[in-house]
């Protein structure tokens, strides 16, 4: 299983963002997915996590009502839909998947990462 994430970039406080996360193999909807973020000289975070079916997401309460976790089964393609950015937002997001349909919210629950892309959210 291979994972492509992009759609990061430079925006300021108040813009949006729409991250994707393409994921190699024909099974796509077996596996849950998460997207999580590391800010610079902090620790990885879980940011938001879809069940393999798509019918149920949790998003970490810094993201709340700003970001929505989605997917494309058909399409084999992971979204999160940034709104709202603020400069606490800038880091490198990562998509991963866990094998599996239930959620994670915890690193360790995941197989397969991607190589992140980069988020820089100016004020």
């Known amino acids: 299983v291979q994972l492509q994430a992009s759609g990061g970039g430079l925006v300021q406080t108040g813009a949006f963002l729409r991250l994707s996360c393409t994921v190699s193999?024909?099974?796509?909807?077996?596996?849950?997915m998460g997207w999580f973020r590391q800010a610079p000289g902090k620790e990885r975070e879980f940011v938001a996590t879809?069940?393999?079916?798509?019918?149920?997401?949790s998003h970490a309460e810094s993201v709340k009502g700003r970001f929505t976790i989605s997917r494309d089964n058909a399409k084999n393609t992971l979204n999160l839909q940034m709104n709202n950015l603020k400069s606490d937002d800038t880091a490198v997001y990562y998509c991963?998947?866990?094998?599996?349909?239930?959620?994670?919210?915890?690193?360790?629950?995941?197989?397969?990462w991607g190589q992140g892309t980069l988020v820089t959210v100016s004020s």
């Open positions: 991963a998947a866990r094998v599996g349909v239930s959620r994670s919210t915890t690193q360790s629950g995941y197989d397969y």
């Open positions: 193999g024909r099974t796509f909807g077996g596996y849950a």
């Open positions: 879809i069940s393999g079916s798509g019918s149920l997401t």
